[in-house]
């Protein structure tokens, strides 16, 4: 069968045909209502005859205009063969009721035996099996936030306020999705405490209302409140975990401060443990620390979802000092921020906007370098302070929590610890880089040190292969190293052999330029190799015969050829600016400022101390630029082996750059001292000029010197690695 579209912003996405009364009826009606036609299609009085008298006659007029209006609405929205049935009518009522007797899939059905088939018990379905559906104009009204015509509808029908929409949800629903209040809490006063807890297909009218507004939440339970343990069957939420899930904090207080605690312990479903795991990922580490006091057994519970808090909890690195990147200077505020006497954390909540106002309000004290409340609060906005300090309460709660759970741990036997994904969690927390975790696990339960994955890696395997540094370096603080950097993995994979293997994708893009990445993994594999090759020197051979030597260039050769092309044209066009450098240093020195002196044959200006900064900063120019030139000549003239990326080849890089923006830097000062030589009595030339002429060595900075900085730090710095980790186990 054909079916005739119509455009998108027309009355109906589908003509009227045989086989699409139901939605089609539904769609004009809406229609109709929302232009105050509706009347003249349901109306059972004689239409208004037209009389000498002129307010009869404008009667008549008005509802002439409104009928065609109707009856054009409705011609528009039928199908060719629809449209042949009316084409001679000329009353919308009549048009409206010939469709519905010879298209309805079925005959009508009395209005009382549809409100008492929409109501049964045993068939709560059959309003949307219902063919020709009278209450529609009521739940048009519903939707329009037209309580008067609500209100009139039901004063007619009672048993509307039961009624189910096409979507199987009743006004109640209708009102809440569209964030009516006021029908809300008029309907919510109409309807029996049974009547909040019809569904729609999957949610109660409270369930919508939890992602809203708390004004409608508030008014339905208090009506109910067996709503509150009411799962939706899409994704098995409760509506407190519903308003979690949307982030709605001041609903899930409210829901929370109502609901029993028995609805929360693992023994009664995973919402309890849901409600955890929300609160976590939104830092409200208030409510996830009260319900943990009271049912430590939610620590190991499973979630809605098939997880864990303590699982959850190991997927938020921001929550942990070791998971945040903080600035040199953040750090330093960081460090100087002491919170003292902190509160009870069922007393204080972290999450907070404006936190000095929160902190009074809590009766909690701080100190920023010693000074008590530290500076004004616009200048600690300023600072960023404020957000520091906020970020420190956070780790501290969280800190708080895990050694909480530590303390649960302890009472478990290893089963319980499996099913509640406790070691599961540890190598979560390994791809996290949450070091905080792994030591305060590993110092419960020391057999943690032993635990493999799926994969037969321990967490030091696992830290290798998601390239976390921080978390590889606890091994230095690890008695039994030297036997656990022995192991190898199900495939014969030792350390070694996983160090070869490429980084995730994520890890590297966080690293600038191919060459960097190369030089990244090489530190890797060599670092590595310090702790787990034997004197012998004898390469272990994984079960595919491949030393971790053979294994490192195979996955590195596309990321080796990437950095070598990385080098070469960084270098290509330094080269030529550094070329253009030389030509133009090189003529200036012969072409002195203001000419020689004819009798003498020396400089006019030799003489003036301007005259030797032109030249000084002439020569240096010259000879840095030259510098440079070489040393870029180097790096396309290199070899390319995978060790020069460790040290040789960022050398050259970093000493080619640093000449080359002396080179410019002096350039500019030899232009601007000419200048000022040959106009000196007119600075207001000579000051505009020099202004502009910083403004090449400016851009030069902002665009390079971040590179160069980080090559340096990256080949010369303190490294990624720290061995002077203290004994921790």
Known sequence: MVKTVVPADAIVVEVLNKDNYEHWSALVTNYLVAQDLWEVVEATAEPPKPEQEAEADDQFKAWRKKNATALHTIQVSCGPDAFSMIKEISSAKIAWDTLAKKLMPQPSLLINSFVQSANSSSNPDAAIAAKHDPYQPFFAAVKLGDWRKAKEFLTRDPNAIRARYSTGGTALHIATTFGHEHIVEELVQLMTPEDLEMQDVTWTALHLAARLNLKMVECMVT????????????????????????????????????????????????????????????????????????????????????????????????????????????????????????????????????????????????????????????????????????????????????????????????????????????????????????????????????????????IFHYSIECRQEKVYS?????????????????????????????????????????????????????????????????????????????????????????????????????????????????????????????????????????????????????????????????????????????KSLPTKMIIGLSTLLISIASMMVAFCSALFLMLHERLWIVIPIIFLASVPVTLFIWMQFPLLVEIFISTYGGGIFDKKVRRWI
């Open 223 to 458: 009506k109910n409140r067996k709503l509150l343990g009411i799962v939706e069957e899409s994704h098995g939420l409760t509506p407190i975990l519903f308003a979690a899930k949307n982030d709605l904090w001041a609903i899930v207080r409210y829901l929370y401060s109502l609901t029993p605690i028995e609805d929360l312990k693992p023994e009664n479903g995973p919402y309890g443990a849901g409600l955890v795991c929300f609160c976590f990922y939104a830092k409200q580490f208030d409510i996830a620390w009260e319900l943990l006091q009271r049912c430590p057994r939610l620590v190991i519970a499973k979630s809605p979802w098939g997880g864990s808090p303590i699982f959850d909890l190991a997927d938020i690195p921001s929550a942990f000092p070791s998971g945040t990147r903080l600035k040199f200077w953040e750090k330093w505020i960081y460090d100087g921020i002491h919170i003292q006497h902190p509160p009870a954390m069922h007393d204080v909540h972290v999450n907070v906007e404006n936190l000095e106002e929160k902190l009074g309000n809590q009766n909690i004290s701080f100190s920023v370098f010693g000074f008590t409340q530290g500076p004004s609060s616009s200048l600690c906005k300023l600072l960023g302070i404020n957000r520091i300090c906020e970020m420190k309460l956070i780790h501290a709660r969280s800190l708080d929590i895990l050694d909480y759970m530590g303390e649960v741990l302890k009472h478990l036997d290893t089963q319980e610890m499996v099913d509640g994904l406790v070691y599961a969690a540890i190598f979560r927390a390994v791809r996290s880089g949450i070091i905080e975790f792994i030591i305060r696990l590993c110092k419960v339960d020391p057999d943690i040190l032993w635990q493999i994955n799926s994969m037969g890696r321990n």
């Open 474 to 646: 606890l091994i230095y603080g690890v008695g039994q190293r030297n036997l656990i950097a022995t192991f190898a993995d199900a495939s014969g994979n030792d350390m070694l052999h996983l160090a070869g293997m490429l980084s995730p994708t994520e890890k590297l893009d966080r690293i600038s330029g191919a060459a960097l990445q190369m030089q990244r993994e090489r530190q890797w594999f060599k670092e590595v190799k310090s702790l787990v090759v034997l004197p012998s020197g004898v390469g272990a051979f994984n079960k595919q015969g491949m030393r971790p030597h053979e294994l490192f260039t195979q996955n590195h050769n596309k990321l080796k050829e990437e950095g070598e092309k990385w080098m070469k044209d960084t270098a290509t066009s330094c080269t030529v600016v550094g070329a253009l450098t030389i030509t133009i240093m090189f003529a200036a020195a012969f072409t002195v400022p203001g000419g020689n002196n004819g009798g003498t044959g020396f400089p006019l200006f030799l003489d003036e101390k301007m005259f030797m900064v032109f030249i000084v900063s002439d020569a240096i120019s010259l000879f840095s630029s030259t510098t440079s030139v070489l040393m870029f000549l180097g790096i396309l003239t290199s070899r390319y082996a995978e060790d020069d990326f460790l």
